[in-house]
């Protein structure tokens, strides 16, 4: 005889109400309830009926991701950790790429509770976006969206820690002449994109390097390939005594590193390079790439589990903010690395 709704009521010692409420993840349920209920569905090796749960619950079971495109590498890489993460966690996901259009932007914000039960959106929010409900039954989760200021919950590495890390590999290196190719990612809203930030310039004057002349060489446009290639160009030609590109992203440091290699220019040796993102392709490369590794898998993880904690309304009233560490990955000719 199949197992019940009643059964797992029976067993845990709870009324059928409340094992309703916890499969729905409705708000405001004990803890102690909701793991009786867990305990008794993992021990009966019951699944409730999806169909059915929807209509009670007047939710879709489904987790929207919201993207401005697929194609920068990252970006699918973050994508990629959140559906496996999702996918873990036994919920369906749709990715929804935008574009970057702020009609379509929209329309996935105001697509919760319709066709999703919440969403995480990757990067910065259009300024003026409804958030409605992002903060109780309509989640939203912004990952590395930069200064958020809608009231949602935010996921975000550690750009300070990031940028101390590559200040002490510099000093370690020996490297006393850089020049950063895009502005570097602990710069904050109102800070100019021609200078280093305050934090990369306060980094780089505790590893006791000289902060008085670090150019910032602009890209073009989006922080691809070309633009870095580009940037190098522009790198090499106006300040030929760097000894150091600290690039913006990965795909930018593989522009570079194509510049230095067709200009016989010695990486490490004469050039080092130091990208950010941990890209696969910085394994492959000649030499392989030291970077920053944000850290994709943990964003997801800890994104997800803002999502589930609004679902179930067991987060708070204002909004959370979520700093997560970063490692300075080190690469060597045999493929390994290094992390710091």
């Known amino acids: 005889m199949a197992t019940t709704v009643r059964d797992v009521a029976a067993l845990a010692g709870v009324s059928v109400k409340t094992v309703s409420r916890v499969v729905n993840g409705e708000p405001h349920t004990r803890p102690e309830m909701v793991q009786r209920v867990m305990a008794a ?7 409730p009926n999806p169909s059915a749960r929807s209509l009670r619950s007047r939710r879709t079971g489904l987790i929207g991701v919201g993207v401005a495109e697929l194609r920068r590498p990252y970006l699918a890489t973050l994508v990629q950790a959140l559906v496996t993460e999702a996918d873990r966690r036994g919920l369906p996901v749709a990715v929804e790429p935008h574009h970057g259009d702020p009609d379509r932007m929209r329309s996935l914000l105001d697509a919760r509770g319709r066709l999703f039960d919440g969403l995480v959106h990757i990067g910065p929010l259009e300024p003026g976006v409804a958030t409605d409900g992002a903060l109780t039954d309509r989640p939203v989760v912004v990952v590395q969206g930069g200064d958020v200021s809608a009231e949602v919950d935010q996921v975000r590495e550690d750009a300070d820690e990031a940028v101390a890390l590559i200040a002490r590999h510099l000093a370690v290196m020996g490297r006393r002449r850089p020049v950063l ?10 800070e100019g994109a021609d200078v280093p930030s305050a934090s990369m310039r306060a980094a780089l004057a505790r590893a006791g390097l000289d902060v008085g002349d670090v150019p910032v060489v602009r890209l073009d446009g989006v922080a691809d390939r070309r633009a870095g290639a580009d940037a190098a160009v522009r790198a090499l030609d106006d300040h030929p005594g760097t000894d150091v590109l600290v690039c913006a ?15 016989g220019v010695d990486v490490p040796g004469r050039v080092a390079v130091i990208g950010y993102d941990n890209l696969d392709d910085g394994q492959f490369t000649t030499p392989t790439l030291t970077t920053i590794d944000p850290g994709a898998g943990r964003l997801a993880r800890v994104a997800l589990e803002l999502v589930a904690d609004r679902l179930a309304g067991r987060a708070g009233a ?9 490692d300075l990955v080190r690469r060597d000719s045999t493929l390994g690395q290094d992390r710091t």
């Open 41 to 47: 569905i993992a021990e009966l090796d019951w699944t």
């Open 181 to 190: 190719l895009g502005a570097d990612r602990a710069r904050t809203v109102g």
């Open 249 to 263: 992203s990965d795909e930018v440091a593989l522009g570079a590193l194509a510049v230095l290699s067709a200009r």
């Open 318 to 326: 204002r909004p959370a903010v979520v700093t997560l560490p970063v």
